[in-house]
């Protein structure tokens, strides 16, 4: 079982910077695949990053590669999503996920457990 809370969302102007964080609670936190998604007003929950259990590999959408990174300190059970060159477009409310896994995953249905998400505004 794993409980997730996101943090660290905001307002911030385009091409501004922001870094979201998700606090877990539950045993073996290492044993998880972790990643973000993120819905923008009237589309559809989509992938946004994810990294392996151990951090050693990482998995990016296209349309955020080269501006954001996940990263993971396992000792402190947390995810961390820094945000570079923000744009309108990644206005969105953000989750945190994760499941049970070695492997990376872009699939929503793959991952069980959720956090309630944190909103990210860009102006343009």
């Known amino acids: 079982q794993l409980e997730l809370v996101e943090s660290g969302g905001g307002l911030v102007q385009a091409g501004g910077s922001l870094r979201l964080s998700c606090a877990a609670s539950?045993?073996?936190?290492?044993?998880?695949?972790m990643a973000w998604f993120r819905r923008a007003p009237g589309k559809e929950r989509e992938f946004v990053a994810a990294?392996?259990?151990?951090?050693?590999?990482?998995l990016y959408s296209d349309s955020v590669e080269g501006r954001f990174t996940i990263s993971r300190d396992n000792a402190k059970n947390t995810v961390f999503l820094q945000m570079i060159n923000l744009k309108a477009e990644d206005t969105a409310v953000y989750f945190c996920?994760?499941?049970?896994?070695?492997?990376?995953?872009?699939?929503?249905?793959?991952?069980?457990?959720w956090g309630q998400g944190t909103q990210v505004t860009v102006s343009s």
């Open positions: 996920a994760g499941y049970v896994g070695k492997g990376l995953r872009d699939g929503d249905y793959e991952y069980d457990y």
């Open positions: 539950g045993q073996n936190f290492g044993s998880y695949c």
């Open positions: 990294i392996k259990w151990n951090g050693d590999d990482t």
